[in-house]
Structures are given as C-alpha cells and as structure tokens.
C-alpha cells in the first residue's frame, strides 16, 4: 500500500512540467501572468469598480433612482446635479446606473454560480460512469443545445413570467447545457489517465475519485469557461428587460434604462446610449477576465514567466 501510495504521487497529474521549483509557486506565477495581461487587469478594475458601486448604492447614489421630477424631464449630461443627465421622466441617471449595477451583477453572477454547482454533479457523474446515465444525460442536454441561446432564454423567461426571480431561473436553465457539456468532456478526458487509475489502485472511492482527483482539473477550466458566459448573461438579462419580460418598471435596471431611451432617442440619444454602452463595457471586462485568467493558468505561460523571472534573477 505504501508503495502504491508513493506511484499514486509521482503520477499525479500535473499540468506544470518538471523544473526548478519556483520562487512565486503557481498562485504567484498564475498572477502574474493575469497583471502582465493589460486589458484582464482594465477588465478586473472595471468590475471591481461596479461590485462597489452595487454595494454602495444606497450611499453613493445623489438621487432616488425611482422618483421623477416633471421639470427636469431629458435635462442633458454635465447639468447641475445631474452628472448624466435625466431621463424623459426626470430621473436621474446616474442614479439608476448605479442601482442598476446590483440587478445587473445579481442576474450574471448568482445564475451562474447555480450553473456551475448543477453542472458539477451533472457533468462529472456523466463524464465517469458513461453507460446509458451518461447518454440519458446528455442526450437531454442535447435538446436544449438545439436551440439558440437567446431563443431559449426569451422562450423560458416568456413561459415563466417577467420579474427577477423567473429570470435568474431562465438564466440556469440556459447555463445548465453549456457547462455541463464541457465538465462531461473534460471528465471523459481524465477518468482513464493514469493519476486515476492509481488512485482506485490505492483503494480511493468513487466520491474520493470524483472530488479529489478529477473536480480540481476541471474546475480551472470551468472557473474560465464561467467568467467569460457571466457578461454574456449580462446582456442577456438586459436584453429580456429591453423587451419587457423581464425585470419590470421603474426597478432600475440597465435593461429598461435602454428601453426607456429608445422612445426619446432622437430627441436625448444619451439616455438609451448611457446604459448601453454600460451593458457592453462591463460585458467586455467579464470577457477579457475570462481571457486573462485562461492564459494565467495555462501552464506553458507560467513556465515562460518562471523562464523570465530565473533569468531576471
């Protein structure tokens, strides 16, 4: 047992190619790939920037983001106590940009999260057992892959009704396949590497299996995979909003902000421009995380970084 034990060890996967044992460990060089990567960092700043915004609302924001004054009606940006002017009811911008943060951070993050924890089980299950679990699975999933990811997200979210719950629901429901078709994948991947045949030959459960040898290899890719779709649900959720089935007036909401401007849009353009271009920059920033964090962990950029850093020393 002690031997197999120690082989159980020594071949362990391990993305990392054998080296010098770096100075930094592999959370240092993982983070310093991200910072050497100028856009994940801007993407980073950028979120970190709405997650305070949608903390501190309540302090932060000059205005009541629902209360509309009839006389300040479509007051352009950079007006006195209106940074960003006012809307066509006379509320202020601003305002609702920054309680929106919370509907729009709470509609990304919370679903997918939920995703990730139903996908887990699904996918690594799936992806270990195979048989007919495996094609049951799958299979199912298949039906929702057929069709387009907005196609399904409008579809469940008009068969569930408009408010934020029925959203978040409709946002799982459309993660779910996704990931769960890549931890399937991944998992199918590594059930027959050799770090996974030591460790049954060791004794190791099937639970023990699944959590301790398989789940950490597959959740980096995941953990990518996931900060990437969170901006994408983003605009999802705004685009259910822009519709009208979705988060429902005067909830301040990115979404409806937009709908809201389109009815003035010749008039004060910035009142739809405002929020959209909100949407999309904070969609990007989720993207280009998702990017930085994929070069972060690819172990090729950490031994270049450990190579760079060895010869700087």
């Known amino acids: 047992m002690t031997s197999a034990r120690g082989l159980l060890g020594k071949i362990r996967y391990r993305p990392e190619a054998p080296g010098v044992p770096s100075r930094l460990g592999n959370a240092g060089e993982a983070w310093h790939?991200?910072?050497?990567?100028?856009?994940?960092?801007a993407g980073l700043a950028i979120i970190l920037l709405v997650a305070v915004c949608a903390v501190f609302a309540p302090w932060i924001a000059p205005e009541d983001p629902t209360l509309g004054v009839g006389r300040d009606r479509l007051l352009p940006p950079l007006t006195e106590e209106h940074l960003l002017g006012t809307d066509g009811q006379g509320r202020d911008i601003l305002s609702r940009l920054i309680?929106?943060?919370?509907?729009?951070?709470?509609?990304?993050?919370?679903?997918?999260?939920?995703?990730?924890?139903?996908?887990?089980?699904?996918?690594?299950?799936?992806g270990y057992f195979q048989g007919w679990f495996g094609q049951l699975v799958m299979r199912v999933l298949d039906i929702f892959l057929a069709f387009p990811l907005v196609l399904l997200g409008v579809a469940l979210v008009s068969v569930l009704g408009p408010g934020?719950?029925?959203?978040?629901?409709?946002?799982?429901l459309v993660e779910i396949p996704y990931?769960?078709?890549?931890?399937?994948?991944?998992?199918?991947?590594?059930?027959?590497?050799?770090?996974?045949?030591?460790?049954?030959?060791?004794g190791s459960g099937t639970p023990q299996i699944l959590l301790r040898e398989i789940l950490p290899n597959v959740f980096s890719t995941l953990i990518v995979y996931s900060t990437t779709i969170v901006?994408?649900?983003?605009?999802?959720?705004?685009?259910?909003?822009?519709?009208?089935?979705?988060?429902?007036?005067p909830t301040a909401d990115w979404g409806i902000m937009t709908s809201d401007g389109r009815l003035v849009l010749s008039k004060a353009p910035y009142v739809a421009t405002i929020p959209g271009l909100t949407i999309a920059l904070v969609a990007l920033a989720f993207t280009w995380v998702g990017d930085g964090l994929r070069d972060a962990l690819d172990p090729r950029i950490r031994r270049g970084f450990r190579r760079a850093s060895e010869a700087a020393a």
Do not use: H, Y
């Not at 990730?116 to 799936?126: D, F, P």
């Not at 590594?190 to 996974?196: H, N, T």
């Not at 994408?232 to 259910?240: D, H, K, Q, R, W």
């Open 231 to 249: 901006g994408s649900m983003i605009v999802l959720a705004a685009g259910f909003s822009f519709l009208g089935i979705g988060i429902q007036p």
């Open 33 to 41: 790939a991200f910072c050497r990567d100028r856009f994940a960092v």
């Open 179 to 202: 990931m769960t078709r890549l931890v399937f994948t991944e998992t199918s991947l590594l059930r027959s590497r050799e770090f996974v045949v030591a460790a049954k030959v060791c």
């Open 99 to 126: 309680w929106g943060a919370r509907i729009s951070l709470t509609t990304g993050v919370v679903p997918t999260v939920a995703a990730i924890v139903v996908s887990v089980v699904l996918g690594l299950t799936a």
């Open 164 to 172: 934020m719950t029925n959203v978040m629901v409709s946002l799982v």
